[in-house]
């Protein structure tokens, strides 16, 4: 069972545009949300993060958001550029029922970015 | 230059071959982690090691072994490798566990025949 859903395989953006990313998730035993960037041929890259207190972190064209109430995050991009083009894994840090954090990442399928010139 | 390296990067074998894969990183770095990627599967957690003879299963633990003898290495072993073990494997490393940012490795694509 898929606790962090990406339900959009891909999406393809004009350069210059906002890149709108989405991620679902399905319990609250989380105390980060994390996104990673993926090019081809290379590993994850850690790209931005928010904790569970926190509706919104920036961090210059890129911006995560957290619904908590709607248990959605997303990530927006702005803006966007082709250099953007790749693999983007929304992923959550799980902690346990006393509250420390046990520190397991689960990612989600991952949404491939187009930014087209 | 800090890295993760994993070889081979690429890998065509045969079902039953007992095959490893390497995995070193240089950033004294406690906790590594095994993952494969799948399509519509994203990454999904094999094993991890929290530090030096540390090993805990992740997700999908079946038909994998790890061993961490070495802080620096953590090899992922098939010991009979099965046409369902084809995928995109990734090693990364971080800190300590828990940390949010997890050093992945370029991975190592695997096919088995």
Known sequence: DQQVKQNSPSLSVQEGRISILNCDYTNSMFDYFLWYKKYPAEGPTFLISISSIKDKNEDGRFTVFLNKSAKHLSLHIVPSQPGDSAVYFCATRGFNAGGTSYGKLTFGQGTILTVHP | ?113
């Open chain 2, 1 to 113: 230059e800090a890295q993760v390296t994993q070889n081979p990067r690429y890998l065509i074998t045969v079902t039953g071959k007992k095959l490893t894969v390497t995995c070193s990183q240089n950033m004294n770095h406690e906790y590594m982690s095994w993952y494969r990627q799948d399509p519509g599967l994203g990454l999904r957690q094999i094993y991890y090691s929290m530090n030096v003879e540390v090993t805990d299963k992740g997700d999908v633990p079946e038909g994998y072994k790890v061993s961490r003898k070495e802080k620096r290495n953590f090899p992922l072993i098939l010991e009979s490798p099965s046409p369902n073990q084809t995928s995109l494997y990734f090693c990364a490393s971080s800190i300590i566990i828990g940390a949010r940012e997890q050093y992945f490795g370029p991975g190592t694509r695997l096919t088995v025949t």
